[in-house]
């Protein structure tokens, strides 16, 4: 079936990384043996970081099996321990460190368009909130594309309740998409581009969580059980397979899940759900043909590649090359063309490898604008004695250079960037979604990990007979004093983009407040006109600002004064610039981390407005930043003069002056020096200060005692962001001073309520608010407020790190009132 030029481009996308790869004779040995496998397993799980890496990884190196993970959502619902980013900006993070992890454990990456909306205790409130026909129709078609031999549950589709309600729901839609997959009445439009598949065998990854404690798991019969012994050592690679998944799963930096490698034996077990039984439980491919005979008219070419492993030389891996060329062409002959299409791209890889090809394409500028002509260089070099020419570079056309021995050629070209190219950015994130699902349309983006990158250069070389088709994605490359050679994506800009440099506004009272717009050039000489909207109600002048930046790259600030309505209200404002009669309202994000490639997101450039009934008490706050939250920048909004403290400035005289201090989010989990500080910090209190502590996990603590009276953390929360809020004391201060809190104050909060709820607490402690999710029982560990001197310690695990942020009135009440208690 011939496929339309996007479904190519698109898989292209999967395969291309900014940094050049340059295998040694022992990871390219490693890559033949692969080659030489036609066998696929499947992963699925529901977030980054639910995936086995041991055993993704035992089945990449030991087994040589083609081997993917479907992660059903991107993460985005969790917390950040590396920045600030949350929701979508935490989802591309994630996203990328999971294209990190593939990189090192050998896996691929694949996700549905499901949204990871926060914490789900049932499936079924799960499959409510997921469009859950779509995320089938996601499943089918990632299974359908992969066509996996073998499916891997890390979760049990029986036992819901038992684990977060997304895990459950992974499996359970697994179960419906192994049959479904096979169907040709099942979204029958897919098969425009792929066939029915039906795998072999489904199981489930079981562990001793699944049976409570490892004592337990120990006892259990685990006699039907697939037992796979995953506790290998590679001596071509230097690792065990413990090792390289600890490398894996270590680049889920923003969970903090670094994880340190292991040695010597080790086991998963996997129960069989669907599909054959097994005799051999070492092998999960037993029954399958995993060899090129599968294929029609493969066993040449599994026998070709089977004398060149055995014939392979360390020392001098380009031996190898003409053979492999001749492997090359047969596969090109190939009827079955997804095994062609896979093997084609792993054979192309290795030739370069083998004889140190290296080709790159490099741009003289870091981004540039659609329409645009992008300047280039291009290299091209053999590092063999393989005899190669170079044949063509596109916008080159045909060059004929011969690619002698370690002797480069290298040239300009000039390329055309079609006007209607599309912008940069994560694909998911350009249409507005759901809370449970993103909007893409396009049914041949669906699965595809990353950002879609469209720019590329084509090398077309010569070894003997045969031309080869190398295909490389335009970088930009520099050199920095400190890392050296640096490499970063190209990435496609609008003209202009802009940013309201707050937000949230919050606004308390009917005066007029100055609201500072970015605007940042894409373009040299780029002259127009800004305008800031607001819904009506809201009063903003002037009409509109003109602008006029000469150089690409250059920003200025301007500035427009927003009058809020009289009563309470809650707005989006909304930046737009103008050039030419053509309207721009992105904002461009830029996502930079170490462990992960660069990002650019572009997203609306909005910004909340809230205009609230609120009163402050107190001026002063000490805030000791946690795990990362955009708290203190909220409490400023709201009129307090906050000063960020680290835990090593915390002392008596310190604190003298502040009317609060305020424990960001986790901070007992990830600050080691306030185990010192805890004392001095009650102190504080009992002399008349307040202190309020936000959530922290069950995990380890830093302190012995949290709190100045007893107090147990336990994993309750309420996930239901809309769950009736009950008054357990009415007339405590936190409902009443300086902010009379009703049932409205608790209309509007995103995401959850709150977690990791204390469920024991000393008879000090007053707990003031009681809600749950359905059918459950209350939980009053939300806010508990105690008297200890002549000051207060509250705790809370309301999820005021989500809803400040997000402009939420109420919050904004409830938190003033928590900080100026007794003031």
């Given at each position: 079936?011939?496929?339309?030029?996007?479904?190519?481009?698109?898989?292209?996308?999967t395969?291309?990384?900014?940094?050049?790869?340059?295998?040694?004779?022992?990871?390219?040995?490693?890559?033949?043996?692969?080659?030489?496998?036609?066998?696929?397993?499947?992963?699925?799980?529901?977030?980054?970081?639910?995936?086995?890496?041991?055993?993704?990884?035992?089945?990449?190196?030991?087994?040589?099996?083609?081997t993917?993970?479907?992660?059903?959502?991107?993460?985005?619902?969790?917390?950040?321990?590396?920045?600030?980013?949350?929701?979508?900006?935490?989802?591309?993070?994630?996203?990328?460190?999971?294209?990190?992890?593939?990189?090192?454990?050998?896996?691929?990456?694949?996700?549905?368009?499901?949204?990871?909306?926060?914490?789900?205790?049932?499936?079924?409130?799960?499959?409510?909130?997921?469009?859950?026909?779509?995320?089938?129709?996601?499943?089918?078609?990632?299974?359908?594309k992969?066509?996996?031999?073998?499916?891997?549950?890390?979760?049990?589709?029986?036992?819901?309740?038992?684990?977060?309600?997304?895990?459950?729901?992974?499996?359970?839609?697994?179960?419906?998409?192994?049959?479904?997959?096979?169907?040709?009445?099942?979204?029958?439009?897919?098969?425009?581009?792929?066939?029915?598949?039906?795998?072999?065998?489904?199981?489930?990854?079981?562990?001793?969580?699944?049976?409570?404690?490892?004592e337990?798991?120990?006892?259990a019969?685990?006699?039907?059980?697939?037992?796979?012994q995953t506790?290998?050592?590679?001596?071509l690679?230097?690792?065990?397979?413990?090792?390289?998944?600890?490398?894996?799963?270590?680049?889920?930096?923003?969970?903090?899940?670094?994880?340190?490698?292991?040695?010597?034996?080790?086991?998963?077990?996997?129960?069989?759900?669907?599909?054959?039984?097994?005799?051999?439980?070492?092998?999960?491919?037993?029954?399958?043909?995993t060899?090129?005979?599968r294929?029609?008219?493969?066993?040449?070419?599994?026998?070709?590649?089977?004398?060149?492993?055995?014939?392979?030389?360390?020392?001098?891996?380009?031996?190898?090359?003409?053979?492999?060329?001749?492997?090359?062409?047969?596969?090109?002959?190939?009827?079955?063309k997804?095994?062609?299409r896979?093997?084609?791209?792993?054979?192309?890889?290795?030739?370069?490898?083998?004889?140190?090809?290296?080709?790159?394409?490099?741009?003289?500028?870091?981004?540039?604008?659609?329409?645009?002509?992008?300047?280039?260089?291009?290299?091209?070099?053999?590092?063999?004695?393989?005899?190669?020419?170079?044949?063509?570079?596109?916008?080159?056309?045909?060059?004929?250079?011969?690619?002698?021995?370690?002797?480069?050629?290298?040239?300009?070209?000039?390329?055309?960037?079609?006007?209607?190219?599309?912008?940069?950015?994560?694909?998911?994130?350009?249409?507005?979604?759901?809370?449970?699902?993103?909007?893409?349309d396009?049914?041949?983006?669906?699965?595809?990990?990353?950002?879609?990158?469209?720019?590329?250069?084509?090398?077309?070389?010569?070894?003997?007979?045969?031309?080869?088709?190398?295909?490389?994605?335009?970088?930009?490359?520099?050199?920095?004093?400190?890392?050296?050679?640096?490499?970063?994506?190209?990435?496609?800009?609008?003209?202009?983009?802009?940013?309201?440099?707050?937000?949230?506004?919050?606004?308390?009272?009917?005066?007029?407040?100055?609201?500072?717009?970015?605007?940042?050039?894409?373009?040299?000489?780029?002259?127009?006109?800004?305008?800031?909207?607001?819904?009506?109600g809201?009063?903003?002048?002037?009409?509109?600002?003109?602008f006029?930046?000469?150089?690409?790259?250059?920003?200025?600030?301007?500035?427009?004064?927003?009058?809020?309505?009289?009563?309470?209200?809650?707005?989006?404002?909304?930046?737009?610039?103008?050039?030419?009669?053509?309207?721009?309202?992105?904002?461009?994000?830029?996502?930079?981390?170490?462990?992960?490639?660069?990002?650019?997101?572009?997203?609306?450039?909005?910004?909340?407005?809230?205009?609230?009934?609120?009163?402050?008490?107190?001026?002063?706050?000490?805030?000791?930043?946690?795990?990362?939250?955009?708290?203190?920048?909220?409490?400023?909004?709201?009129?307090?003069?906050?000063?960020?403290?680290?835990?090593?400035?915390?002392?008596?005289?310190?604190?003298?002056?502040?009317?609060?201090?305020?424990?960001?989010?986790?901070?007992?989990?990830?600050?080691?020096?306030?185990?010192?500080?805890?004392?001095?910090?009650?102190?504080?209190v009992?002399?008349?200060?307040?202190?309020?502590?936000?959530?922290?996990?069950?995990?380890e603590?830093?302190?012995?005692?949290?709190?100045?009276?007893?107090?147990?953390?336990?994993?309750?929360?309420?996930?239901?962001?809309?769950?009736?809020?009950?008054?357990?004391?009415?007339?405590?201060?936190?409902?009443?001073?300086?902010?009379?809190?009703?049932?409205?104050?608790?209309?509007?909060?995103?995401?959850?309520?709150?977690?990791?709820?204390?469920?024991?607490?000393?008879?000090?402690?007053?707990?003031?608010?009681?809600?749950?999710?359905?059918?459950?029982?209350?939980?009053?560990?939300?806010?508990?407020?105690?008297?200890?001197?002549?000051?207060?310690?509250?705790?809370?695990?309301l999820?005021?790190?989500?809803?400040?942020?997000?402009?939420?009135?109420?919050?904004?009440?409830?938190?003033?009132?928590?900080?100026?208690?007794?003031?």
């Amino acid at each position: 079936m011939k496929k339309p030029l996007i479904y190519l481009l698109l898989f292209a996308c999967t395969l291309c990384f900014a940094q050049p790869q340059k295998p040694s004779s022992a990871e390219i040995y490693n890559k033949l043996e692969k080659l030489n496998f036609l066998g696929s397993a499947l992963y699925i799980a529901a977030h980054p970081d639910d995936e086995n890496t041991r055993l993704i990884s035992f089945l990449a190196t030991k087994e040589h099996a083609r081997t993917g993970y479907l992660s059903l959502t991107r993460g985005d619902g969790g917390q950040n321990l590396i920045g600030l980013e949350l929701r979508e900006l935490l989802g591309v993070i994630r996203t990328q460190e999971l294209i990190e992890a593939r990189k090192i454990d050998g896996g691929e990456q694949f996700f549905s368009r499901a949204n990871d909306f926060g914490y789900s205790k049932m499936p079924n409130e799960t499959l409510e909130i997921w469009d859950k026909a779509k995320v089938l129709q996601d499943m089918v078609w990632v299974i359908r594309k992969f066509r996996p031999d073998v499916i891997i549950n890390r979760f049990d589709h029986r036992s819901p309740g038992t684990t977060h309600g997304h895990h459950t729901s992974s499996a359970m839609l697994t179960q419906e998409a192994w049959d479904l997959a096979a169907d040709p009445n099942y979204e029958p439009k897919q098969l425009e581009y792929v066939k029915t598949w039906s795998p072999k065998r489904l199981l489930f990854n079981t562990s001793w969580w699944f049976f409570g404690s490892k004592e337990n798991f120990e006892k259990a019969d685990k006699s039907k059980f697939v037992n796979l012994q995953t506790g290998i050592y590679f001596p071509l690679l230097g690792k065990s397979n413990q090792e390289i998944a600890a490398l894996s799963r270590s680049k889920h930096r923003s969970q903090g899940f670094g994880s340190t490698g292991q040695r010597g034996d080790d086991m998963e077990y996997l129960e069989l759900i669907k599909g054959d039984d097994l005799k051999n439980r070492q092998n999960l491919f037993e029954g399958i043909d995993t060899t090129w005979n599968r294929v029609q008219g493969g066993k040449p070419v599994g026998d070709a590649i089977a004398v060149i492993l055995k014939n392979f030389d360390f020392k001098n891996p380009s031996a190898s090359v003409p053979a492999l060329t001749d492997v090359y062409v047969m596969i090109n002959k190939l009827e079955d063309k997804h095994w062609a299409r896979i093997k084609l791209e792993e054979v192309k890889d290795i030739i370069a490898a083998c004889s140190g090809l290296y080709l790159e394409a490099v741009a003289e500028q870091q981004s540039i604008t659609p329409g645009s002509t992008l300047k280039l260089k291009w290299e091209a070099i053999n590092r063999s004695s393989i005899p190669m020419t170079l044949e063509s570079v596109t916008a080159a056309g045909n060059i004929a250079l011969p690619l002698d021995n370690n002797v480069g050629q290298a040239g300009d070209i000039d390329i055309k960037i079609p006007e209607n190219s599309n912008f940069t950015s994560p694909y998911w994130l350009t249409e507005k979604g759901t809370s449970g699902m993103y909007r893409v349309d396009d049914l041949q983006k669906i699965g595809i990990p990353d950002i879609i990158r469209e720019q590329f250069v084509d090398f077309n070389v010569r070894i003997g007979a045969t031309t080869i088709p190398f295909k490389r994605e335009i970088v930009y490359k520099s050199n920095d004093p400190v890392m050296g050679e640096v490499y970063q994506p190209l990435d496609i800009i609008p003209a202009v983009t802009t940013k309201i440099l707050n937000k949230v506004q919050l606004f308390t009272n009917n005066k007029k407040q100055t609201i500072s717009i970015r605007i940042k050039a894409g373009i040299d000489n780029c002259k127009g006109s800004l305008r800031f909207e607001l819904p009506a109600g809201w009063k903003v002048t002037p009409v509109s600002i003109p602008f006029d930046l000469a150089r690409k790259g250059s920003e200025t600030v301007v500035d427009f004064e927003v009058t809020p309505p009289a009563e309470p209200s809650e707005a989006t404002g909304r930046s737009i610039a103008t050039i030419n009669g053509k309207d721009f309202d992105r904002e461009q994000m830029m996502i930079t981390y170490p462990h992960i490639v660069s990002q650019q997101v572009l997203m609306p450039s909005t910004a909340k407005f809230t205009k609230a009934d609120l009163k402050i008490r107190g001026e002063k706050i000490a805030y000791i930043m946690g795990a990362g939250d955009n708290v203190p920048e909220s409490l400023r909004q709201m009129g307090y003069e906050v000063a960020l403290l680290t835990p090593e400035a915390i002392s008596a005289e310190t604190l003298k002056g502040f009317d609060a201090v305020v424990m960001g989010i986790r901070a007992y989990n990830v600050l080691d020096a306030l185990a010192f500080k805890q004392q001095i910090l009650f102190d504080y209190v009992k002399n008349g200060g307040n202190m309020v502590v936000q959530y922290n996990t069950t995990g380890e603590l830093v302190v012995k005692e949290l709190a100045p009276y007893p107090l147990r953390l336990s994993r309750d929360r309420v996930t239901e962001e809309n769950a009736k809020m009950t008054f357990l004391d009415p007339s405590n201060q936190v409902l009443n001073h300086p902010n009379k809190i009703t049932d409205k104050d608790f209309k509007g909060w995103v995401q959850e309520q709150g977690l990791y709820y204390p469920d024991q607490w000393g008879p000090e402690f007053v707990p003031v608010l009681s809600s749950n999710d359905k059918g459950e029982e209350a939980k009053k560990g939300g806010l508990l407020v105690a008297k200890y001197g002549k000051g207060y310690y509250i705790y809370t695990g309301l999820s005021f790190f989500r809803e400040l942020p997000e402009g939420v009135s109420g919050a904004y009440r409830l938190m003033a009132n928590i900080i100026g208690i007794g003031k």
